[in-house]
């Protein structure tokens, strides 16, 4: 009988421990042990963590700010991110694109897949970016987006994505 009371202990234990650790939400990205960019694409998990072709870049050229966010997998699989704005880049969502004479203000997204470049539609934009986090040294944050492909009317969707990465200099 108290055998029979440990294990209904341990089972509960258990049981809570995984309810505990697996209750998110779907837009939280949790902090990595390692940098990393993962996001959901023809409901498969794509996961760039090669930490020699992860990062980003801040950068100002003529009163234009931009950040760029970038993960790669072999020759042929990545994923690169733009961020305009006519201010600094901060905290905050990003979302669609315009261009005007004087600079860019929105995201926009470049992935390519085995060879197929998808890019953000600069006609219909839809993507949007949140930085959650953004240090001297590190990126956090997430994001989605639909995509087109660069010469078919192909379109697809990238959800739930996420981003923790090393700002290079």
């Known amino acids: 009988m108290k ?6 202990k341990l089972f509960l234990a258990v049981l809570s421990a995984m309810l505990f650790f697996s209750c998110n939400n779907d837009n939280d990205f949790v902090k990595p042990e390692r940098y990393l960019v993962r996001f959901v694409f023809n409901d498969a998990v794509i996961e760039f963590d090669d930490q020699a072709s992860l990062g980003a870049t801040l950068s100002l050229v003529n009163g234009q700010h931009m950040a760029t966010i970038y993960g790669a997998e072999g020759e042929f699989s990545g994923l690169t991110i733009q961020v305009f704005s006519n201010s600094a880049i901060t905290t905050g969502t990003y979302s669609g694109f315009s ?25 219909n934009p839809s993507g949007s970016l949140t930085i959650t986090e953004l240090t001297d040294s590190t990126f956090r944050g ?5 995509l087109v492909h660069q010469l078919f009317e192909e379109t697809i969707t990238l959800s739930q994505g ?3 990465v090393k700002i290079m200099d």
């Open 3 to 8: 055998l029979n009371h440990i294990y209904s």
């Open 99 to 123: 261009l005007n004479e004087h600079y860019a203000q929105g995201v926009k997204f470049t992935f390519v897949y085995d060879l197929d470049n998808y890019l953000t539609d600069t006609d």
């Open 142 to 146: 997430s994001f989605s987006a639909v």
């Open 162 to 164: 996420g981003f923790y």
